[in-house]
T-cell receptor
Framework: EAGVAQSPRYKIIEKRQSVAFWCNPISGHATLYWYQQILGQGPKLLIQFQNNGVVDDSQLPKDRFSAERLKGVDSTLKIQPAKLEDSAVYLC????????????FGSGTRLTVV | DQQVKQNSPSLSVQEGRISILNCDYTNSMFDYFLWYKKYPAEGPTFLISISSIKDKNEDGRFTVFLNKSAKHLSLHIVPSQPGDSAVYFCAATNSGNTPLVFGKGTRLSVIA
């Protein structure tokens, strides 16, 4: 089966600019996650979708970050305006059901804010 | 507040020897634990998991041990191979009903 697709792979922007990331999960996977991984840290959950509804966005900085999952398939994560501390790898993952069976991660988007 | 801790940022092991990666957790609601492996420029990939009803799970060269009373788990790789060189993340969840919480990772280097 095809894996989780993410684009772009790399992005460099200036602070205060906006950026968007795209994720296409594994076909049929109802649950989609966006994680932020800052260098030297483990992945940190930003938002969890179940189909096209938000399950958990408690750690999403809502003043600058937004995410949507239209039609319960693809998802986009947006940052506006970006700050230097947003430099990180943004990982998208999907799972068929409960997380106990593991997530499948995409390769991530490496964002550098200068 | 780190709920999953990997206190060793790096580990270096000779090829053929055992690699032991450690993980501690603080949240007693966690009952399912997973290890992920990450190569540079790739996403983490699932390696092995263990439920709290077990104290050991084995898959080929990889074995995970769980000590619930100590809130500690470890991943053993025997024998270690150069291709095992990667960053290993420990993750935990509450019956899969909560999103995975990850540790900071341990970078394993297997020296030929």
């Amino acid at each position: 089966e095809a894996g989780v697709a993410q684009s772009p792979r790399y992005k460099i922007i200036e602070k205060r600019q906006s950026v968007a990331f795209w994720c296409n999960p594994i076909s049929g996977h109802a649950t989609l996650y966006w994680y932020q991984q800052i260098l030297g840290q483990g992945p940190k959950l930003l938002i969890q979708f179940q189909n096209n509804g938000v399950v958990d966005d408690s750690q999403l900085p809502k003043d600058r970050f937004s995410a949507e999952r239209l039609k319960g398939v693809d998802s986009t994560l947006k940052i506006q305006p970006a700050k230097l501390e947003d430099s990180a790898v943004y990982l998208c993952a999907s799972s068929a059901g409960q997380g106990r069976y593991g997530y499948t991660f995409g390769s991530g988007t490496r964002l550098t804010v200068v | 507040d780190q709920q999953v801790k990997q206190n060793s940022p790096s580990l270096s092991v000779q090829e053929g020897r055992i690699s032991i990666l450690n993980c501690d957790y603080t949240n007693s609601m966690f009952d399912y634990f997973l290890w992920y492996k990450k190569y540079p420029a790739e996403g983490p990939t699932f390696l092995i998991s263990i439920s709290s009803i077990k104290d050991k799970n084995e898959d080929g060269r990889f074995t995970v041990f769980l000590n619930k009373s100590a809130k500690h788990l470890s991943l053993h790789i025997v024998p270690s191979q150069p291709g095992d060189s990667a960053v290993y993340f420990c993750a935990a969840t509450n019956s899969g009903n909560t999103p995975l919480v990850f540790g900071k990772g341990t970078r394993l280097s297997v020296i030929a």
